[in-house]
């Protein structure tokens, strides 16, 4: 199986800057795409950004040009480094990972448990 923790939330003022990270730690074979999702209060859970495993990213719209992701292949951990913070961005994010597992035919979908990001004044 694959485990995902995640840090670095907290409580920010708008206009500042958190970076989150999630590391992924199990029994891997090989990671494919890494994503960080976000749940805002009273909301859909929604897609905020995408890395492949050859690097390249996709982001919400809501977010391009204040956050980046990025990867660390050699320590399984994906990144958001998240810039000019709004109170809509407030949420718990969540980390997920298309990973297989050794032993497995394919990759599986897996989750992390949260991070929650509150931007406040």
């Known amino acids: 199986q694959v485990q995902l923790v995640e840090s670095g939330g907290g409580l920010v003022q708008p206009g500042g800057s958190l970076r989150l990270s999630c590391a992924a730690s199990?029994?891997?074979?090989?990671?494919?795409?890494m994503s960080w999702y976000r749940q805002g209060p009273g909301k859909q859970r929604e897609l905020v950004a995408t890395?492949?495993?050859?690097?390249?990213?996709n982001y919400a719209d809501s977010v391009k040009g204040r956050f980046t992701i990025f990867r660390d292949n050699a320590k399984n951990t994906v990144y958001l480094q998240m810039n000019s913070l709004k109170t809509e961005d407030t949420a718990v994010y969540y980390c997920?990972?298309?990973?297989?597992?050794?032993?497995?035919?394919?990759?599986?979908?897996?989750w992390g448990q949260g991070t929650q990001v509150t931007i406040s004044s």
């Open positions: 997920n990972v298309w990973a297989t597992v050794v032993g497995d035919l394919g990759p599986r979908n897996f």
């Open positions: 199990g029994s891997i074979f090989s990671i494919d795409a």
């Open positions: 890395i492949t495993a050859g690097a390249s990213t």
